[in-house]
């Protein structure tokens, strides 16, 4: 899987699986635009890539004409644009009843609409050069959990907005997939993950026995922008150590 000559956006590169992704495609000669919120983390990986194939961009992804900026100032950089993986994303927990207005708003504007944003603004360069789409959907898309709401429903929806753009793009040359991860060692995990009773719940869910790095994430995603992914478009694809493949039922030992 080879980058060679490819520039790659990567949103919510600051850290966790944007920052993975991002070094990732940069180790396989990609221009890389990393995009985040956090101008210090964002400086911190720049600073670990080469200098003439990076541009650190600071941008608020639920922001459309910040968005549709971000674009071009990629494409003045670097002369064109092959790969946008929206990967930027937030997680607050709630039911619907714990659920106010504010935090349903600002997860689907991050999570939803940044996607939309990203995608709208990057598919006339995409189409130029027979670009493609990956976008951080998550098992959370595919399935609900308990109390995670707006998180399950903003997830949903970018599994089914990957499907339509994959059906309305495909034969203009534009794929578009995404990756669905379970549980990933991240900074927007910490509190769960440090949580002896919620590691261990997952661990006993998780078939492979181990949470999922982001390392874990960075290669499927270079897999779907590569062309060994050729003729896969419109998959929302678990990298999940096995969890999905489970019908959730607990273990059943015989007497």
Same mark, same amino acid.
């Given at each position: 899987?080879?980058?060679?000559?490819?520039?790659?956006?990567?949103?919510?590169?600051?850290?966790?699986?944007?920052?993975?992704?991002?070094?990732?495609?940069?180790?396989?000669?990609?221009?890389?635009?990393?995009?985040?919120?956090?101008?210090?983390?964002?400086?911190?990986?720049?600073?670990?890539?080469?200098?003439?194939?990076?541009?650190?961009?600071?941008?608020?992804?639920?922001?459309?004409?910040?968005?549709?900026?971000?674009?071009?100032?990629?494409?003045?950089?670097?002369?064109?644009?092959?790969?946008?993986?929206?990967?930027?994303?937030?997680?607050?927990?709630?039911?619907?009843?714990?659920?106010?207005?504010?935090?349903?708003?600002?997860?689907?504007?991050?999570?939803?609409?940044?996607?939309?944003?990203?995608?709208?603004?990057?598919?006339?360069?995409?189409?130029?050069?027979?670009?493609?789409?990956?976008?951080?959907?998550?098992?959370?898309?595919?399935?609900?959990? +308990?109390? /995670? #709401?707006?998180?399950? !429903?903003?997830? %949903?929806?970018? =599994? @089914?907005?990957? +499907?339509? /753009? #994959?059906?309305?793009? !495909?034969?203009? %040359?534009?794929? =578009? @997939?995404?990756?669905?991860?379970?549980?990933?060692?991240?900074?927007?995990?910490?509190?769960?993950?440090?949580?002896?009773?919620?590691?261990?719940?997952?661990?006993?869910?998780?078939?492979?026995?181990?949470?999922?790095?982001?390392?874990?994430?960075?290669?499927?995603?270079?897999?779907?922008?590569?062309?060994?992914?050729?003729?896969?478009?419109?998959?929302?694809?678990?990298?999940?150590?096995?969890?999905?493949?489970?019908?959730?039922?607990?273990?059943?030992?015989?007497?």
């Amino acid at each position: 899987m080879k980058f060679s000559d490819k520039t790659v956006i990567v949103t919510g590169a600051g850290a966790g699986i944007g920052k993975a992704t991002a070094t990732a495609f940069s180790q396989a000669g990609a221009n890389v635009v990393l995009v985040d919120m956090d101008e210090e983390r964002l400086e911190e990986v720049r600073a670990d890539l080469p200098a003439d194939r990076t541009l650190a961009l600071p941008v608020d992804v639920s922001d459309a004409d910040a968005v549709g900026d971000m674009v071009e100032k990629a494409v003045e950089r670097f002369g064109h644009l092959d790969v946008l993986f929206n990967n930027a994303g937030i997680l607050k927990k709630g039911s619907i009843a714990e659920t106010d207005r504010e935090d349903w708003r600002s997860i689907m504007s991050v999570n939803l609409d940044g996607v939309f944003y990203g995608s709208k603004a990057a598919l006339p360069h995409l189409k130029e050069r027979g670009g493609c789409i990956v976008n951080t959907a998550s098992l959370s898309g595919l399935g609900a959990d +308990r109390g /995670m #709401a707006a998180y399950n !429903a903003a997830k %949903g929806a970018v =599994v @089914n907005l990957t +499907r339509a /753009m #994959a059906v309305d793009h !495909a034969r203009e %040359g534009v794929r =578009v @997939n995404a990756v669905c991860p379970t549980f990933i060692s991240t900074p927007m995990t910490t509190e769960m993950e440090e949580d002896d009773e919620t590691r261990e719940a997952f661990l006993d869910r998780i078939p492979m026995g181990r949470l999922g790095e982001p390392e874990d994430i960075a290669r499927a995603v270079l897999f779907l922008a590569s062309q060994d992914a050729g003729f896969i478009t419109g998959v929302n694809l678990p990298v999940d150590g096995g969890v999905s493949a489970s019908n959730g039922q607990p273990a059943y030992e015989a007497a």
